[in-house]
């Protein structure tokens, strides 16, 4: 008699480490024979990873755990990620809930699906975050994606005031610095075209051994190259000159950038005791345009913060206006318990975080399509990601992070293809390419030229 093959699925909320950490997960149920099937499939464990930066994302964590119970009933049902660490007994009273795991347990749930089965209440595995945890490593590179990402850096020591993270994942830890080349190894055995580095606070990565964001730079460019590297979130103050100066001279690093602003006034940041000033800012970004030739700036903004009075909103929004970004991630500002930030006095009525929000959104897409409308006619390297079967059309991504559609037969994964940009197809600035014939495949996006006709 053969036995049937246990299935497993996971849904992510949230941001990238969730991702790569995800990914770790279920690399593990695969090492005990599981098949990973899409989330919303009948599978025999279900995994929620969820997110809590937001009102928002806890709602929908809520909801996606009642829709695997109503749809999938016989499936143990486990939640892990930040929400789980910070509100354990509130997941595990949600029906069909089996097991909640924390931060630091979320590598062990394979280990526990027998447990939880055998359990009449849920197991709750969340110990409590502090300064000193261990640093678990996370990757991925071979569950069939294009990207690969790694993770350098977990947790934070910053006190931001509306942030519940670094009681959820504890302080900064990061990545031995020895252990950086197996990585790279990995990545280029499987041929990426792409590596993402991720972390709470990347630009915190800090070896116990001494070295910094700026070294792990330095360290992937000196060697062969056959992909690229993007990095992802970094905050303001730790993007230093040499920082800057390692990407303007990196031939794999993509011109994109990623810098929380969160807001434009100088009042509302110190409030929100975030580690710079608008005129911090504004030089950093003075300085990136000035080393980094064509850098995508992609900004966080969050609307409706105690305290932001009609005058303080026009600051941020003119503040930006003088800025020379090209997308922003707006975040409506929603109270998490425990904060300093949800006790703060003048509290913003929710219908004008939700008009301000919806200001700083259009500003956002005007940009995006002014950045697209300004590359159309140059060419770019696109790294295919996904294809729809009935257009014919792939979608991807360029170096310097728009989106591209172009007409190319299946079977493109994992390359850069040089296209050219040849209109713009939507309000979002998703932009319409074609394949340059033959393609031309390269590994070294820099030194080539970035806007060439
Ligand atoms: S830098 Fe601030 S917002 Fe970012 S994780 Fe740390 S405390 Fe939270």
Redo the contacts with the bound molecule.
């Keep these: 008699m053969t036995t049937k093959q246990k299935r497993v699925s996971i849904h992510t909320l949230g941001c990238k480490l969730n991702q790569v950490e995800s990914s770790a997960i279920l690399e593990q149920f695969r090492s005990q024979g599981y098949a990973v099937v899409p989330f919303g499939d009948v599978s025999d464990v279900v995994i929620i990873n969820t997110c809590t930066v937001t009102e928002q994302a806890d709602v929908e964590c809520r909801k996606l755990a009642r829709r695997v119970q109503r749809e999938n009933p016989e499936a143990i049902l486990a939640v892990t990620g930040c929400y789980a660490q910070l509100q354990p007994q509130e997941l595990a009273s949600i029906d069909g809930v089996r097991g909640v795991f924390g931060t630091a347990e979320k590598h062990t749930i394979a280990a526990h699906v027998e447990t939880m089965a055998r359990l009449e209440s849920p197991l709750i595995a969340v110990d409590e975050t502090h300064d000193d945890m261990d640093f678990i490593p996370a990757s991925y590179t071979n569950d069939g994606r294009t990207r690969a990402f790694l993770k350098l850096q977990d947790g934070?020591d910053?006190?931001?005031s509306f942030?519940t993270?670094?009681k959820a994942r504890g302080g900064s830890r990061s990545m031995p610095f020895v252990d950086i080349e197996d990585r790279l190894e990995q990545v280029e055995e499987q041929s990426y075209a792409e590596l993402v580095l991720t972390g709470?606070?990347l630009g915190e990565y800090h070896a116990n051994t001494g070295e910094r964001f700026v070294d792990v730079l330095r360290l992937i460019d000196a060697r062969p190259r056959p992909f690229r590297v993007r990095i992802s979130s970094i905050?303001p103050n730790t993007v230093r000159d040499s920082v800057l100066e390692a990407i303007a001279q990196s031939s794999s690093v993509c011109p994109h950038l990623h810098i929380p602003l969160q807001s434009g006034s100088a009042t509302i940041l110190r409030n929100m005791r975030r580690r710079y000033t608008p005129s911090s800012y504004a030089s950093l970004v003075e300085r990136i345009q000035q080393r980094i030739s064509q850098c995508t700036l992609g900004i966080d903004v969050i609307v409706g913060f105690p305290g932001e009075t009609d005058e303080l909103f026009e600051e941020t929004y003119s503040f930006l206006e003088n800025i020379p970004f090209t997308y922003l991630h707006v975040f409506t500002y929603s109270e998490r318990a425990d904060t300093p930030a949800a006790v703060m006095l003048d509290s913003v009525p929710r219908n004008v975080r939700r008009a301000r929000t919806a200001r700083l959104r259009a500003l956002s897409e005007v940009r995006k399509r002014a950045a697209a409308v300004n590359i159309m006619g140059s060419n770019r390297f696109v790294l295919p990601e996904t294809y729809d079967d009935a257009t014919g059309m792939w979608t991807g991504w360029t170096e310097d992070y728009h989106s591209v559609n172009f007409a190319a037969p299946p079977g493109l994964h994992k390359r850069l293809y040089s296209c050219t940009v040849q209109h713009v197809i939507d309000k979002r600035g998703v932009l319409g390419a074609t394949l340059i014939e033959p393609p031309i495949v390269t590994s070294d996006i820099v030194s080539l030229p970035i806007l060439h006709l």
């Design positions: 934070c910053y006190s931001c942030c993270i670094p709470v606070n905050e």
